[in-house]
């Protein structure tokens, strides 16, 4: 038995004559809550669909659930591992209903066809959209949603099947101030609950790391800056580094805050 629940050997990825991601290694641990961290274009998403295990590196070895990538099945990863992301957003059709949007999960499905739920499905699903504050939309259709309710239903989805690794691809992007706090407070809870599956979130901003979380890795140009712990990685000289201007950070509550050196 390891404990490792995502682990990148060297990985590279490269699409024409861009190297997108360069010689990343990274060991992703049970119990750990991981954040992706960097300006546009530094690799985030493309290191969260290496650990959706449906992008595979251009070199390196990349090893999910303790298996190499091309072991597991494609079903079962569906069902082991959750996504929320934009790109997925983008697959749920408008008129679905919210419940469905969610309980289609539990079978790695997008859409409702013929599968038979029963009331444990049911359940759950309400009880996830409660946990995110928006269990009275359960009738209404995905399409009628804003976005920040939209970005809630999305994170409840990818819980539905009860995954090992939990991937979110901005959940915060396009929130206003209220909605991003509430979805922080939610996934605080989800990653003080021992329960949980294993946390990798992808954000440009330290207000969006949750309370909670354990760790970073710190992107710029597809190169890894660091990772490790937070208090070890979100010092102002490493995040200045990946942002490429003088930060100074700042930590109260178990959140974080940067802004931009006085000259
Ligand atoms: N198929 C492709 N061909 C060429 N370049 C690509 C391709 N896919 C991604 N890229 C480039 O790879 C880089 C990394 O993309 P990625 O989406 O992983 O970055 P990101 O850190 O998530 O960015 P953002 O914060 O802007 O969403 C970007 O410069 C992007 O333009």
């Known amino acids: 038995m390891t404990d490792e629940v995502l682990a ?38 493309t290191v969260l669909q290496l650990a959706t295990g449906r992008m595979y590196p251009t070199s390196g070895e990349v090893h999910i659930l303790g298996e190499k990538l091309g072991r597991l099945d494609v079903a079962e990863l569906r069902s082991r591992v959750g996504l929320a ?32 739920y029963d009331d444990f499905d049911e359940t759950r699903a309400e009880d996830l959209l409660a946990a995110f504050g928006v269990a009275h939309l359960a009738e209404r259709t995905f399409g009628t949603l804003s976005e920040g309710e ?29 909605g991003r ?25 330290v207000e969006e790391i949750p309370a909670g979380f354990t760790h970073a890795l710190l992107l710029r140009n597809g190169k890894k800056v660091a990772d490790g712990p937070l208090e070890e990685t979100l010092t102002p000289h490493l995040l200045s580094e990946t942002f490429g201007l003088e930060l100074e950070v700042e930590r109260h509550r178990g959140r974080w805050a940067a802004r931009a050196a006085r000259r």
């Open 85 to 116: 992301s934009s790109a997925l957003e983008g697959r749920i059709q408008g008129r679905e209903r919210v419940k469905d949007v969610v309980m289609t999960a539990a079978y790695g499905m997008i859409g409702r066809w013929r599968e038979a």
């Open 150 to 178: 939209r970005k809630r239903v999305q994170v409840a989805r990818a819980l539905m099947s009860d995954p090992e690794l939990l991937l979110l691809d901005e959940p915060a992007g396009g929130l206003d101030l209220g």
């Open 8 to 45: 990148l050997d060297n990985v590279s990825v490269t699409r024409g004559d861009k190297t997108i991601i360069d010689s990343i290694s990274l060991t992703v641990r049970d119990g750990e809550r991981w954040v992706v961290l960097g300006p546009n274009g530094a690799g985030k998403t």
């Open 181 to 205: 706090e509430e979805l922080m407070w939610a996934l605080t809870e989800i990653a003080g609950d021992h329960r949980s599956p294993v946390i990798m979130l992808v954000t440009h901003h």
